[in-house]
């Protein structure tokens, strides 16, 4: 009976592995984009009172497995990842997780080890828990980091902006000539946007804002408003495009010191065990004499 039961929890072990590679390969392979989506979001009506933001329209075949997960989908795109990789990434590192107690339990077996079958399988589910767990907060710390870092690449190119404006260039020019000038992701994003913005024959402006709404920067939007009053009224925007410049510098600089004393602060508690340590090597001579004494 015995014999038969790891039997059975070898064969379950083996079949979690392979599932496993397969959902691991499965995450690394490319996918072919999907035609019907994309021109949906290229030719998708106006949401109503927002012009050039598109409304979302999903039917119910196109409704993933996992939508009763809500997932941040604002971290997703910033990271440019679709919530099916993100979920077999998760998955993977779960079933990876997993395999570590069941080949504990093997060599158990093997060397003939008393223990209970409730131990290894209790520990499974929670490293399954625990990594994906892990690497769902990678993933958001990681948002976080791109976003901080889309900031700062947009302080560049609000000034940049700036200066096109001053030049003599119109709105919608001094838009696409300044996203030509750096490189980086962020600005691949944004030349992204404004060409879409193009094709379509909208105002760059409104692809800029739906752009800020999916990725979750809100400085965006704001210099797209301020665009916008360029390209529509006329205005000269120049001092406020300086100001916002001046602003997200702000900004910046006070995330930089905010992460700076929280780094610190995780250095205090190493610290103060190294100074134990020295202060336990130092004295342990002197109480050791003083007891050889007495």
Request: glycine share 6%; aromatic share 8%; net charge positive.
């Amino acid at each position: 009976m015995i014999i038969d039961f790891w039997v059975v929890a070898a064969g379950f072990a083996g079949a979690v592995f392979g599932f496993g590679v397969y959902l691991a390969l499965t995450a690394w392979r490319t996918p072919e984009p999907a035609l019907g989506p994309a021109l949906r979001r290229l030719h998708s009506p106006a949401t109503p009172g927002v012009p050039g933001l598109a409304t979302p329209s999903h039917s119910a075949a196109d409704k993933p497995w996992w939508g009763w997960i809500d997932l941040p989908k604002q971290d997703l795109e910033i990271l440019n990842r679709t919530p099916q990789a993100h979920a077999t990434t998760v998955v993977s590192v779960g079933f990876a997780a997993m395999l570590l107690p069941g080949l504990v339990a093997v060599g158990a077996v093997i060397v003939r080890a008393p223990f209970s079958p409730a131990v290894p399988l209790v520990i499974s589910f929670g490293l399954a828990a625990l990594g994906g767990y892990l690497t769902h907060r990678s993933m958001r710390t990681a948002a976080r980091a791109a976003r901080s870092e889309f900031v700062r690449a947009l302080c560049t190119y609000v000034t940049l902006a700036a200066h096109q404006v001053r030049a003599g260039h119109g709105a919608v020019e001094a838009m696409e000539r300044a996203a030509r000038i750096c490189q980086g992701w962020p600005y691949v994003r944004l030349r992204s946007a404004l060409l879409t913005a193009q094709l379509q024959m909208t105002p760059p402006w409104d692809e800029l804002r739906a752009l800020a709404l999916a990725v979750g920067v809100d400085e965006l939007s704001a210099y797209a408003d301020i665009m916008r009053s360029a390209g529509s009224d006329g205005a000269q925007v120049y001092r406020t495009l300086r100001a916002q410049a001046e602003s997200l510098r702000d900004q910046a600089r006070v995330r930089a010191l905010e992460d700076a004393k929280k780094r610190s602060s995780k250095l205090d508690i190493p610290a103060t065990m190294l100074v134990m340590v020295l202060l336990a090597l130092a004295i342990f001579p002197i109480m050791a004499n003083l007891f050889a004494q007495t």
